[in-house]
């Protein structure tokens, strides 16, 4: 085994808990274990699984890490939104506790945001912070969540109420893990990309708008480039921002506002967090119309945009 390819590298996040590589391209989970020794982690893996990915990557990860010398234990969690609570994150903490997880070891979150989220806050909390690796295996994982070091979970009163800022080690979004996610999800995580395009890189957005059919299907390398470029500039944002005391980072949660209204009122089964996202955009759109700040034409072609990809633009 070996590195990944120097031409992997998306961007490189750098915060105050330190700097970290994101990195984008096909193939790159045989490259993991690797990655993981070149940032300076060692010790024992605690791999933190979506049961949506336990047959086609736990077995990869978990043998690229074993190569690179890392005993490596492997729990496998429910997929959706009711794995974020803190009764969860107690089994996380006692499965760690059983197998005497140490701060020197190093904890995967394989999957989504979800997962990325429970795994994350756990590693933040276990022993007052435990180093983590992000493996995103969907789309809006790979373009947003996974990137910044915001983890969180939910309680009854609302989304993302108990959480931390917990950098990861290392983020590594392999895109042949995407190869089975389904449309709807694809959808979603491209309304995030889609978001970068519409607040902060005009030639983003232009690409969104002309090259749908060849982002969609991820047939050809501009969906890495898309991926990768989508990726430096919430690289850049953190970066500039890291605990959202700006006016920077804020910018991220355009149409969030809304979306995260959207997805409680309908108790997280309703809508994808990406299809509340671009509601959510489009709601925050009209308010800015209605307040003067952009004009008709803006709203109709952040629609178009959006429907193109197959995103919903108003709540049913």
Same mark, same amino acid.
């Given at each position: 085994?070996?590195?990944? %390819?120097?031409?992997?590298?998306?961007?490189?996040?750098?915060?105050?808990?330190?700097?970290?590589?994101?990195?984008?391209?096909?193939?790159?989970?045989?490259?993991?274990?690797?990655?993981?020794?070149?940032?300076?982690?060692?010790?024992?893996?605690?791999?933190?699984? #979506?049961?949506?990915?336990?047959?086609?990557?736990?077995? @990869?990860?978990?043998?690229?890490?074993?190569?690179?010398?890392?005993?490596? /234990?492997?729990?496998?969690?429910?997929?959706?939104?009711?794995?974020?609570?803190?009764?969860?994150?107690? #089994?996380?903490?006692?499965?760690?506790?059983?197998?005497?997880?140490?701060?020197?070891?190093?904890?995967?979150?394989?999957?989504?945001? &979800?997962?990325?989220?429970?795994?994350?806050?756990?590693?933040?909390?276990?022993?007052?912070?435990? @180093?983590?690796?992000?493996?995103?295996?969907?789309?809006?994982?790979?373009?947003?969540?996974?990137?910044?070091?915001?983890?969180?979970?939910?309680?009854?009163?609302?989304?993302?109420?108990?959480?931390?800022? /917990?950098?990861?080690? +290392?983020? +590594?979004?392999?895109?042949?893990?995407?190869?089975?996610? @389904?449309?709807?999800?694809?959808?979603?995580?491209?309304?995030?990309?889609?978001?970068?395009?519409?607040?902060?890189?005009?030639?983003?957005?232009?690409?969104?708008?002309?090259?749908? #059919?060849?982002?969609?299907?991820?047939?050809?390398?501009?969906? &890495?480039?898309?991926?990768?470029?989508?990726?430096?500039?919430?690289?850049?944002?953190?970066?500039?921002?890291?605990?959202?005391?700006?006016?920077?980072? &804020? +910018?991220?949660?355009?149409? /969030?506002?809304?979306?995260?209204?959207?997805?409680?009122?309908?108790?997280?089964?309703?809508?994808?967090?990406?299809?509340?996202?671009?509601?959510?955009?489009?709601?925050?759109?009209?308010?800015?119309?209605?307040?003067? +700040?952009?004009?008709?034409?803006?709203?109709?072609?952040?629609?178009?945009?959006?429907?193109?990809?197959?995103? %919903?633009?108003?709540?049913?």
């Amino acid at each position: 085994m070996s590195s990944a %390819p120097d031409s992997s590298l998306a961007a490189v996040v750098r915060t105050s808990q330190g700097d970290y590589r994101a990195l984008v391209g096909r193939g790159l989970i045989a490259h993991l274990g690797d990655e993981a020794r070149d940032a300076g982690l060692k010790g024992k893996a605690f791999l933190i699984a #979506d049961e949506a990915v336990f047959r086609s990557c736990v077995r @990869p990860v978990q043998e690229s890490m074993e190569a690179a010398g890392f005993e490596t /234990h492997v729990l496998v969690l429910q997929s959706g939104e009711t794995t974020k609570n803190l009764d969860k994150i107690k #089994d996380i903490y006692a499965w760690l506790a059983r197998l005497r997880a140490e701060r020197q070891d190093v904890v995967l979150a394989l999957g989504g945001g &979800v997962m990325g989220d429970a795994a994350g806050f756990a590693a933040a909390t276990y022993r007052r912070g435990v @180093p983590f690796i992000q493996v995103p295996t969907t789309l809006a994982s790979m373009v947003d969540a996974s990137l910044g070091g915001k983890v969180a979970v939910n309680l009854p009163e609302g989304k993302n109420l108990v959480g931390a800022f /917990h950098q990861p080690k +290392l983020v +590594l979004s392999d895109l042949d893990t995407l190869k089975t996610l @389904p449309d709807r999800e694809m959808a979603a995580g491209w309304a995030e990309a889609i978001k970068h395009g519409l607040i902060l890189d005009a030639d983003l957005l232009n690409t969104f708008e002309t090259e749908a #059919d060849r982002l969609f299907g991820l047939q050809d390398d501009l969906a &890495v480039e898309v991926i990768r470029k989508s990726v430096a500039i919430k690289a850049e944002v953190v970066s500039a921002d890291e605990f959202e005391t700006g006016d920077t980072r &804020v +910018l991220l949660n355009y149409g /969030h506002t809304i979306g995260h209204a959207l997805e409680a009122v309908s108790e997280y089964g309703q809508f994808l967090h990406g299809e509340a996202v671009s509601i959510g955009m489009m709601g925050a759109a009209r308010i800015c119309r209605d307040l003067g +700040l952009i004009a008709d034409e803006l709203i109709d072609r952040q629609r178009a945009v959006l429907e193109h990809y197959n995103l %919903p633009t108003s709540a049913p």
